[in-house]
């Protein structure tokens, strides 16, 4: 296993348009994350699942987004009727979910610009 | 919320001077992660911390987990051009005592090293 991968590593979008993103996490983690940076911040979290079972959300995460891990493996991030402050990049992470030790490990990333 | 400061926002050191960068906050957590970025990636775990005054070394950075479980500092020993980056701490959020999955981070320490 070569880690947390993540597709497309590069999106661009017109502004009104639906994007998904896709996050494989490491094969034996249960815990999946997703977080957005902007530039010049540190990662804010978005979501997270234990599971397919998505344990919460931040405020963050509009109804315009969504996110799903319907079978407790990869996780998909979908955005509907983007908008120009979405551009961001959206990290996915992943971890055994020990409740001492929680230690997420990063994939590289979805660099999303909408235009 | 749980915020976390880190100090100095950026530094510019010689090939081979050591480095001193930390991260403040004004809960305690049970956690201490620390992470380094390069431009257009995700975060790597460098260290994780899990006990207060644990000292914990990963060749030649050292970090440690402050008494008061509030504060963390990482050590560079001996810097190298390949060190340039950002490096941010993040702790889990805490509640009664527990920790949650969310990972908090600082807003990073960008690292410039000069041949």
């Known amino acids: 296993d070569t880690g947390v991968s993540q597709n497309p590593r590069h999106k661009i979008t017109k502004r009104g348009q639906n994007v998904t993103f896709r996050c494989d996490p490491i094969s034996e983690h249960n815990r999946l994350y997703w977080y957005r940076q902007t530039l010049g911040q540190g990662p804010e979290f978005l979501t997270y699942f234990q599971n397919e079972a998505q344990l919460e959300k931040s405020r963050l995460l509009s109804d315009r987004f969504s996110a799903e891990r319907p079978k407790g493996s990869f996780s998909t991030l979908e955005i509907q009727r983007t908008e120009q402050g979405d551009s961001a990049m959206y990290l996915c992470?992943?971890?055994?979910?020990?409740?001492?030790?929680?230690?997420?490990?990063f994939g590289p990333g979805t660099r999303l610009t909408v235009l | 919320g749980q915020q976390l400061n880190q100090s100095p926002q950026s530094m510019f050191i010689q090939e081979g001077e050591d480095v001193s960068m930390n991260c403040t906050s004004s809960?305690?957590?049970?956690?201490w992660l620390w992470y380094k970025q390069d431009p257009g990636e995700g975060p790597v775990l460098l260290i994780a911390l899990y006990k207060a005054g644990e000292l914990t070394s990963n060749g030649r950075l050292t970090a440690q987990f402050g008494i008061t479980r509030k504060d963390s500092f990482l050590n560079i020993s001996a810097s190298i051009p390949s060190d340039v980056g950002i490096y941010f701490c993040?702790?889990?959020?805490?509640?009664?005592?527990?920790?949650?999955?969310?990972?908090?981070f600082g807003q990073g320490t960008i690292l410039t090293v000069h041949p």
């Open positions: 992470a992943s971890s055994l979910g020990l409740a001492e030790h929680n230690e997420q490990f």
């Open positions: 809960s305690i957590f049970n956690t």
């Open positions: 993040a702790g889990p959020r805490v509640s009664g005592g527990t920790s949650y999955g969310k990972l908090t």
